[in-house]
T-cell receptor
């Protein structure tokens, strides 16, 4: 079974601080995919990034960066110089690639981390 | 390119009534997913379509739930004899790839169901 754990329930920071959201996953699939989604107060889930398990290269996109470490089964997300508009619930998700079975891309989500950025 | 749309956005119903939700995916997407999200939790997978074929159903999907995607375009999710425990946000998502790999899914705004 697949499992995603986001141990941080809530994080509160002041604008311009850097913040890292943690994600730990469990899977038996040899190939898998990791995602981060943002859910702002409006409620609609917004796709941020997708990483393949065979590509551990970390990525920076503007103020966002991701640290994927297969050895520790972690896929952490950092926001640099946070802004009030970053306030949202952030979800880490795991998708399998079970070619022999039924894992047709369904995602297993963590419970989410509520990020509040104060002005 | 319009995103995923869902209708209605809100539904209040009395226990025991039937409800039906509609999802229109992004037009060229062949995969369509339904998830359920309760307060303070992440979305939970319910079912998945590739074109018009329903390929996977979660154990969460009891016999009271049925989903269709008759022409491989829009999908409907029906809940019969609603219970208070069915109160949740029902999310639809779509993606465009084939095969068994996971690709990014684009979500609609959701239908919030309240069962009184």
């Amino acid at each position: 079974a697949q499992k995603v754990t986001q141990a941080q329930t809530e994080i509160s920071v002041v604008e311009k601080e850097d913040v890292t959201l943690d994600c730990v996953y469990e899977t038996r699939d040899t190939t898998y995919y990791l995602f981060w989604y943002k859910q702002p107060p409006s409620g609609e889930l917004v796709f941020l990034i997708r990483r393949n398990s065979f590509d551990e290269q970390n990525e920076i996109s503007g103020r966002y960066s991701w640290n994927f470490q297969k050895s520790t089964s972690s896929f952490n997300f950092t926001i640099t110089a946070s802004q009030v508009v970053d306030s949202a619930v952030y979800f880490c998700a795991l998708g399998g690639n079970n070619a022999g079975g039924t894992s047709y891309g369904k995602l297993t989500f963590g419970q989410g981390t509520i990020l509040t950025v104060h002005p | 390119d319009t995103g995923v749309s869902q209708d209605p956005r809100h539904k209040i119903t009395k226990r025991g009534q039937n409800v039906t939700f509609r999802c229109d995916p992004i037009s060229e997407h062949n995969r369509l997913y339904w998830y359920r999200q309760t307060l303070g939790q992440g979305p939970e997978f319910l079912t998945y379509f590739q074109n018009e074929a329903q390929l996977e159903k979660s154990r969460l999907l009891s016999d009271r739930f049925s989903a269709e995607r008759p022409k491989g375009s829009f999908s409907t999710l029906e809940i019969q004899r609603t219970e208070q425990g069915d109160s949740a946000m029902y999310l639809c998502a779509s993606s465009s790839r084939t095969g068994t790999a996971s690709y990014e899914q684009y979500f609609g705004p959701g239908t919030r169901l309240t069962v009184t």
